[in-house]
Antibody, heavy 116, light 112 residues
């Protein structure tokens, strides 16, 4: 059974940092592009970043470029999102999702709250 | 960025009745590879989104056949032939022909 389990969310002050993790199981992690998608409270979905199978290609939405870094460790079947210089508008549930152009499996999400 | 719009933004449907959601993109989603990168997701209350339809009209594994997708270029439609109580939630269209991938604002469907 495919499972994606996010962790690492929490309350952080503006300007702070947080590292999200996504533990994958039930499939060959190294064979798939992976992505982060976020959802602000009561709002819609926003694609944040994605990463190629071997980590050689990474793409970001403009609003997080230079502040967020997506990475993966295929030996640990894990996806990461390093978030620096956090802003109030980064407050959201962050989902990891499997796929290249569509997302067939999603995690349950981890909530990041940026507030003083 | 490609802008995705959806109409209506909310829909109240009697069980057993049909429902239709429109999605329009600001640019054509037809790729040079012949595929059209338009997807539909349903986010049920308190859950992550789930894939319903891929590449305009293909139902994902396990999706009931009362769901169907159609369209081309910039205009797309999701239809539910007979709405059931379990279909409540927010429906999103998404394009992935061009980065950043973008979602529509969502259409909230509830039961009368």
């Amino acid at each position: 059974e495919v499972q994606l389990v996010e962790s690492g969310g929490g309350l952080v002050q503006p300007g702070g940092s947080l590292r999200l993790s996504c533990a994958a199981s039930g499939f060959t992690f190294s064979s798939y592009w992976m992505s982060w998608v976020r959802q602000a409270p009561g709002k819609g979905l926003e694609w944040v970043a994605n990463i190629k199978q071997d980590g050689s290609e990474k793409y970001y939405v403009d609003s997080v470029k230079g502040r967020f870094t997506i990475s993966r460790d295929n030996a640990k079947n894990s996806l990461y999102l390093q978030m620096n210089s956090l802003r109030a508008e980064d407050t959201a549930v962050y989902y990891c999702a499997r796929g290249t152009r569509s997302y067939d499996y999603w995690g349950q999400g981890t909530l990041v709250t940026v507030s003083s | 960025d490609i802008v995705m719009t959806q109409t209506p933004l909310s829909l109240s449907v009697t069980p057993g009745q049909p429902a239709s959601i429109s999605c329009k993109s600001s640019q054509s989603l037809l790729h040079s590879d012949g595929k059209t990168y338009l997807y539909w997701y349903l986010q049920k209350p308190g859950q992550p989104p789930q894939l319903l339809i891929y590449e305009v009209s293909n139902r994902f594994s396990g999706v009931p056949d009362r769901f169907s997708g159609s369209g081309s270029g910039t205009d797309f439609t999701l239809k539910i032939s007979r709405v059931e109580a379990e279909d409540v939630g927010v429906y999103y269209c998404m394009q992935s022909i061009q980065l950043p991938f973008t979602f529509g604002p969502g259409t909230k469907v509830d039961i009368k």
